[in-house]
């Protein structure tokens, strides 16, 4: 006599799981993309390059965005030929990571969930900037290079702090225990690597600081995608 709702039962309760594994599935690409997109805009824009070799030791990420050739900034010698694909690159990840941010925003509730999600609105907005304010001797001649100053520095700032927060909030996100240790320690590591830039005299060339602050972003989502992809079932919410 019971087989039957307890039959029913089971086959209404698939459907929503399959759909929440879909949806977690689906999360994890978009943490992926962001970065995936950056970095594949960078390393097209580097080959391309022709003041030179493009050195990521010394060249700032944002001298790839740079639309003047010819032109010497901060002592480096600039000419970007594929400075657009550069520049998309800034805008796709920003908002690729506001998306993720966003919908991993609604596992939280009240006040944490606002802020989150108020943080991955930051990120966007900075890489607009730094899109559409060229950190070169275009800027300096027109007046714009604090705006590009202030977007490098908002979404930089913003996404490791990010990273901070999803940690710290991390089994109210269902993901794992690991994943609070590591993308704690990589947003911290951001965010001293971002203050060490304007260190004088840097003991290291503040282009590495620069990627170091950067690529603990881009770490953070590829670890939000792991966690997402091995988390158990059970743990998704």
């Known amino acids: ?13 698939i459907p929503p799981r399959a759909h929440l594994r879909r949806r977690t599935v689906l999360l994890a690409i978009l943490a992926a993309v962001g970065p995936l997109i950056f970095l594949i805009a960078e390393a097209v824009s580097a080959i391309a390059w022709t003041a030179g070799t493009y050195n990521y030791g010394h060249n700032f990420i944002s001298d790839l965005g740079t639309t003047v ?7 480096r010698e600039m000419c970007s030929p594929l400075h657009a694909v550069m520049n998309v690159g ?7 990571i506001a998306a993720t941010v966003a919908l991993l925003a609604t596992r939280l509730r009240g006040v944490r969930r606002g802020v989150i999600t108020a943080l991955g609105c930051v990120v966007p907005v900075g890489m607009l900037l730094v899109a559409i304010f060229h950190g070169g001797v275009e800027s300096v001649d027109n007046g714009t290079i ?16 990010l990273a901070i ?7 109210r996100l269902g993901l794992p225990r ?6 704690i320690t990589l947003g911290v590591v951001g965010l001293v690597a971002l203050v060490c830039i304007a260190v004088e005299p840097p003991p290291l060339d503040p282009a590495i600081y620069e990627r170091i602050s950067v690529y603990s972003i881009f770490s953070w989502l590829f670890l939000t995608t792991a966690a997402l992809l091995t988390t158990p ?4 919410r």
């Open 165 to 171: 927060t999803m940690g710290a909030h991390s089994d």
């Open 146 to 161: 604090a705006l590009h100053v202030l977007g490098a520095f908002l979404a930089i700032a913003a996404g490791n702090t």
């Open 69 to 75: 050739c010819g032109s010497t900034f901060g002592g």
């Open 90 to 96: 800034f805008v796709a990840m920003g908002f690729a």
């Open 1 to 13: 006599m019971n087989l039957t709702p307890t039959s029913t039962s089971t086959l209404t309760s």
């Open 233 to 236: 079932r059970r743990s998704i």
């Open 178 to 183: 690991w994943y609070r240790v590591a993308t």
